[in-house]
Nanobody, 115 residues
């Protein structure tokens, strides 16, 4: 059974940085796409950034130029480097990965940016 475990969330002041990590366990294949989503209460979960197995990336307009997604297939890990954080980045961040027709989610890590 595949499990995704996020880490690296926390409280940071506006302008600061955080690095999120997501480690996949229990898998014996390379995920097609891995990504990060975020959600605030009362709103839909939204894509923040995604990266394919070949390294192609996609970012939400709101984070372009501030966030960088990367992955290490050998370590089954995806990262999200977040710089220039803003209060509106406050959310629960979820790791996501897919393989074939299966989609996996982590339990989320809270990111809070104070003004």
């Amino acid at each position: 059974q595949v499990q995704l475990v996020e880490s690296g969330g926390g409280l940071v002041q506006a302008g600061g940085s955080l690095r999120l990590s997501c480690v996949a366990s229990g898998r014996f294949f390379t995920f097609n796409t891995m990504g990060w989503y975020r959600q605030v209460p009362g709103k839909q979960r939204e894509l923040v950034a995604a990266i394919t197995s070949g390294g192609a990336t996609n970012y939400a307009d709101s984070v372009k130029g501030r966030f960088t997604i990367s992955r290490d297939n050998a370590k089954n890990t995806v990262y999200l480097q977040m710089n220039g954080l803003k209060p509106e980045d406050t959310a629960v961040y979820y790791c996501n990965a897919d393989h074939s027709r299966d989609v996996y989610w982590g339990h989320g890590t809270q990111v809070t940016v104070s003004s």
